[in-house]
């Protein structure tokens, strides 16, 4: 099991913040779990005893509307911590996590989070940054659902895909997603999702092989993304 300290993930999340002890703390506490492609990490309404350190792979964040239709509210990769947020106030998590491909993590009891915020003001500081960071962006993509339509939402949705998660060595956004799941992300039903793809395809802003999607024509992306 590899050391907290030697871990360079912990330098793009809060834990950066820590000093030597607190991270060998941390590390003699902490289990490594490894998930499946499709396996639930947490769900929705769940209690959690602690949070997850992702140290490599890919997941998403959904909650339930009320038709019981998913809603992706956003991702997360490597270097991301999960269930911080419930930990803290000690409430149960309020979205559920997937993993998209086979992920990493390292599971951080909660005794070990609420020593460290005790002992380091600098700690504190970088979860409440990183909290009013993640409330930022839930704020942004409320705001996007309300004030943009379905093909402006899927066009800023490609381009947000490939800023997180860049492209492999095809050129395709490095990332796979169903369509259904694409529909849940711009808030449609997957008939629009496939066909305004299809669209887009048409239009030579994108290409489409099974799952994977490449970007085109940046630029027209987002103009269409920007509402021209």
């Known amino acids: 099991m590899g050391k907290c ?78 269930g911080y947020r419930s930990v803290i106030v000690n409430e149960p998590v309020t979205l559920t996590v997937t993993a998209l491909d086979e992920m990493k993590a390292c599971f951080i009891p909660k005794a070990e989070i609420f020593d460290a915020l005790d002992k380091n003001p600098k700690f504190i500081m970088d979860m409440m940054k990183t909290a009013c960071s993640d409330l930022k962006d839930a704020n942004m993509t409320l705001s996007k659902m309300a004030q943009k339509n379905v093909r402006e939402r899927l066009a800023d949705a490609l381009l947000f895909l490939q800023e997180t998660f860049d492209v492999n060595e095809e050129g395709y956004i490095d990332i796979q997603l169903s369509r259904e799941e694409i529909s849940s992300i711009i808030g449609t039903a997957t008939e629009s999702a496939i066909r305004l793809l299809s669209e887009f395809k048409k239009d030579g802003l994108i290409n489409l092989k099974g799952k994977n999607i490449q970007i085109i024509n940046t630029q027209k992306l987002k103009n269409i993304s920007e509402g021209f």
């Open 5 to 82: 300290q030697q871990c360079i993930i912990r330098h793009f999340n809060s834990f950066k913040s820590l000093t030597t002890e607190e991270l060998t703390c941390i590390s003699n506490s902490k289990t490594e779990v490894n998930f499946k492609k499709g396996q639930v990490v947490f769900t929705e309404g769940s209690s959690i005893n602690g949070v997850f350190c992702v140290k490599s792979g890919k997941c998403k964040l959904s909650k339930l509307n009320s038709n019981g239709k998913e809603q992706i509210v956003r991702f997360v990769k490597g270097g991301d911590v999960l």
